[in-house]
């Protein structure tokens, strides 16, 4: 079992926000990452499939390929979008960075051709990392 | 002359677009960083000051201080902010990197206790960068 | 089960040194690391907390509060202080980088308040890592 | 159990191609990988060993001794070397990273004095990385 | 006058070696560096453009613009190219690293449609780097 | 003229302290960094030189030879050592980094055997960086 990792990095804007919350809630809650403007960040992606190599190709799975599925389904909903009212995967939740890899994960689990999908990572800060494995 | 660098990182929302041009304008020479629901970086910002160091203390100028004006005048105002429609200094200005940069400069170039603003390098993901010397 | 992840830098000085060996094999054994007038690091250290996303914020824990309460029981006794003379926390043991994330996560086990404490991550130069996950 | 590890890097040439294909076919699975004329990386290796510190010295395996193994066996055979035609233990066998981080596995796993090898992490451009832990 | 650097990244093989110097030579003043089968590195380049930014768009050079510049007339001919014998602008030269920059500046200096190259920046591994400024 | 750099780190303990100050000044003026138990960094040490590439070689100075001139002059009376007490060209300046920089300069500036020391760039973490050109 080899685990092979792509990293990608998409910009976008979004806000932490709970509509059941009351403004002063969002505010003690979510403090700068609520502001009514957006804020936002350069996200760093990893997407982690688990899988042996083929003998013939040495490959888990082309990790050109992978690109092109990540580029698919997530990149092009997310890169330069606001995530709260553009991505039709996230709508609808808060976009906590748990919340955003576990969407991900959703979106990539059953699109991988080859292995399996062992783990989205997720960074927003430099000091901020978020992973999910589907458990 | 000693050339001292603090480097700092703020999150930030914005939008390339000029109120000049039409929708169809915006988009061509702006593409994606148009898109009018916003979208956001890490910024990283690093304020060089250039100086000779205190014999009494080897400091140009202390670092802490150093971060602390940055802060206060730069920080508090893009952090968490839609750069756009929120930070006094930016607002009316297009707001690319080169732009922002420029911006930053004039906020600082008088705030600087000892030495001189040598420089404002901002870079707004990991492969653009942007510096301004005051030329 | 989402791991969420703070990331969190701090420069110490320290000296590998058991008082059961001989100055020769502390020596022999520490190298470099055994100069009596000390050397440093500059640690970085990561916390990994795992946990399920609350439904009503999308967090396992806020990453906020959970910077505090790293600031308030690691940092504090570690940022710039003397290793084995200064930090209640390890004094008595060899301050190896090892035994430096197991004291950390001693310390940190009983005070994550959501979630549980998954995993202490410790780098001492850019290429040596340690991780102790409490087994 | 603690799990410390070693980084390092080499630079090195190679080309994906398997004999049994066509050209044809060489270069619709691996592109511009199978380029007869080679091309190269500069590889990050990063070893993982698990164990428990040792009560006298506090390490698991003093990572000086863990370098000096990873340099004998791995990093001379590797280290501006073409890996096809010059790496004993990886000619025969179609260089992608997922097979030569098995390799290097291979080669290391019996090799290491204390604890036990966990883990072969091998990136080979900053958006790549493969891991092996013998499963 | 504000500097942008637009970062970019190739994979390539090379070996130095002067064939007026006899194989002894080259080995005593090349070292591994002049391996007949070749090495490889993940070269990291940055283009530095300086100019004014235009007034309208913000913009010294749209970067998506100096992206297609390089794109088209550097990395299209040494990403994953054996530089000593593919790429039309390397050959005939001794491929150090100085010389490769070197022939990046003479290669774009005329292709910059707005504001002047400053600077090329040519990293071969992360603990050597170069630059030329056409000087 | 091109400018090569070569990176490297050191490991070192240090104390900011002026003697001619009371102990209340030197904790106000240099605050933590003024611990008499010392504390300690990772230090990132560029040495830039600038020179004209030789013909024959493609070298403004071969880089390993770099390496082994900052090991000798600079490294081995920084690396693992106390910055205060044991480092004969610092001992008796206050080790601020802008000051370390200089003495840096001052070892090396005559030992360069082609081209000429440009500068010599220091960072004591990852956020403050120092520069010295000799001017």
Known sequence: MVYI?????????HRLFNPKFSDEQNERIFGKCS?????GHNYVLEIVV????????GFVLNIAELKEIIEQHVLTK???KNLNVETDFIK???PSTENVAIAI???LVDKI????LYSVKLSETENNFFEYRGE
């Open 5 to 13: 990792t792509r990293r990608e990095t998409f910009a976008a804007s």
């Open 35 to 39: 502001n009514p403007n957006w804020h």
């Open 50 to 57: 688990a899988g042996r190599p083929n003998p013939e190709t």
């Open 78 to 80: 997310v890169d330069h």
């Open 92 to 94: 609808g939740i808060i």
């Open 105 to 107: 994960w959703k979106v």
């Open 113 to 116: 051709p080859s292995g399996k």
